[in-house]
């Protein structure tokens, strides 16, 4: 289980009622003043019901107010206040340089930091067998997780794996109707609700494909077809000003490196042979 109270409640936002959301947003707003909030208090101050207030609870994964308020208390004593006070600065017209380059890497860092916190070593010792295990393995992604899904088509086929990245809805569709139980779908989504990887991965659940998610957004319909969901930090709003987008694509593509290296740590003697062999063939393209 993650242990940190706002991440799990970022990683849910997308997929709240219009109430649950009232309550989420205050928590995120003022969540040291709530630790120290009775669930009556916190109803009034949110604006909602105390029902309410319980049912947000229980859909990130808590047993009730109390252990939100201790999951909390948790996130505040191990966090950099002053640093998460100005990780979320856009970039303005007037930022130098040195500016813009802080900014970004305090961005990274954030992202990054946080999806380590949210990942779960069973959950990746899980996903390493299954890749070991498949016979294929398909990275499905659009836009900025279609770069990453290359970069893991990459990555698997050196060390000498049947792997494939799916990049384009008409692919992913056919690829998705000969799919079987032997396989092994990645698919890598910020939103969890790309509606194109949606309805190819309904396909492939059908035919009994395995799938694993790797996504910002729990409760959404890939989360729930997903046989694991890798959860990469919901992070700061996404735009171009300020650098989210570019740093969710690195904390999908760190994910995808722990797994790839996972499996060559569990199949060392194999992956290595490939990796030298695949190595000495590149490097004849080199001048």
Request: charged share 25%; glycine share 6%; net charge positive.
């Amino acid at each position: 289980m993650v242990n940190n109270g706002i991440l799990k409640i970022e990683n849910y936002l997308n997929q709240l009622n219009p109430a649950e959301r009232k309550v989420a947003d205050y928590i995120l707003a003022h969540r040291e003043k709530v630790i120290h909030l009775s669930i009556t208090r916190l109803a009034k101050e949110a604006g909602v019901s105390e029902a309410t207030i319980v049912k947000l609870c229980q859909r990130v994964g808590f047993s009730g107010y109390q252990e939100l308020k201790i999951r909390l208390a948790q996130s505040e004593s191990g966090e950099d206040r002053s640093e998460r006070m100005h990780i979320y600065g856009e970039i303005k017209a007037n930022d130098d340089i040195k500016t813009i380059v802080k900014k970004m890497f305090q961005t990274y860092k954030y992202t990054l930091d946080n999806t380590e916190k949210l990942l779960e070593e069973d959950k990746i010792k899980n996903c390493i067998d299954m890749i070991l295990n498949s016979k294929r393995i398909y990275f499905f992604g659009y836009g900025s997780s279609g770069i990453v899904a290359r970069g893991a088509e990459l990555k698997f086929k050196r060390i000498n794996f049947q792997a494939e990245a799916i990049t384009d809805v008409h692919s992913q569709k056919m690829v998705s109707s000969f799919v079987n139980k032997d396989d092994l779908i990645i698919a890598i989504s910020y939103s969890g609700r790309t509606r194109e990887i949606i309805e190819a991965l309904e396909v492939a659940k059908g035919e009994g494909t395995k799938i694993i998610s790797v996504t910002s957004n729990l409760g959404t319909l890939i989360t729930d077809m997903a046989d694991i969901n890798l959860l990469t930090s919901y992070g700061t709003s996404n735009t171009p000003l300020k650098g989210s987008d570019l740093a969710s694509r690195l904390a999908q593509q760190a994910i995808l490196d722990i797994l790839f290296l996972g499996v060559t740590a569990a199949s060392y003697q194999n992956t290595v042979a490939a990796l030298n062999k695949s190595g000495i063939i590149l490097q004849r393209n080199k001048l």
